[in-house]
Nanobody, 119 residues
Framework: QVQLVESGGRSVQAGGSLRLSCAAS????????MGWFRQPPGKERQFVAD????????YYADSVKGRFIISRDDAKNTVYLQMNSLKPEDTAVYLC????????????WGQGTQVTVSS
C-alpha cells in the first residue's frame, strides 16, 4: 500500500509563493501518476496538476498554468507543487493523490494541507 503525507501549507498574501510537499511511502512501484488536487471552502474537489511517476510528463489545470509547477524528487520519494503568483481563489485544502496501475484512478489520498491566500 502507498501512504501520502502533505506539508507546506500556510497563509500567504496574494502574489506570494509557496511550495507544497507530498512524501510517499510503501509500495510506490505500483504508482503511475501523482496528482495534486484542491478543495476550496464550500466547493467540490478539483484537479490541479499531475506528474508521471516514471517520466517528466506533466499536466496542469487551466486555472494554474503558468503559475504552478509540479516536480518530483526520486531520491526523497517526494512530489512538490511550487505555487507562484498566488490568488485568493487558490485558497483551499490541497491534497496529494496517487493513481495506480491496477485501478487507474486516484484512490490513494493524503490528509491535505491548508493554503490560505489573502488580498
Amino acid at each position: 500500500q502507498v501512504q501520502l503525507v502533505e506539508s507546506g501549507g500556510r497563509s500567504v498574501q496574494a502574489g506570494g509563493s509557496l511550495r507544497l510537499s507530498c512524501a510517499a511511502s510503501g509500495s510506490t512501484s505500483s504508482v503511475l501518476t501523482m496528482g495534486w488536487f484542491r478543495q476550496p471552502p464550500g466547493k467540490e474537489r478539483q484537479f490541479v496538476a499531475d506528474i508521471s511517476w516514471r517520466s517528466e510528463a506533466t499536466y496542469y489545470a487551466d486555472s494554474v498554468k503558468g503559475r504552478f509547477i509540479i516536480s518530483r524528487d526520486d531520491a526523497k520519494n517526494t512530489v512538490y507543487l511550487q505555487m507562484n503568483s498566488l490568488k485568493p481563489e487558490d485558497t483551499a485544502v490541497y491534497l496529494c493523490a496517487a493513481r495506480r496501475l491496477a485501478v487507474n484512478e486516484y484512490d490513494i489520498w493524503g490528509q491535505g494541507t491548508q493554503v490560505t491566500v489573502s488580498s
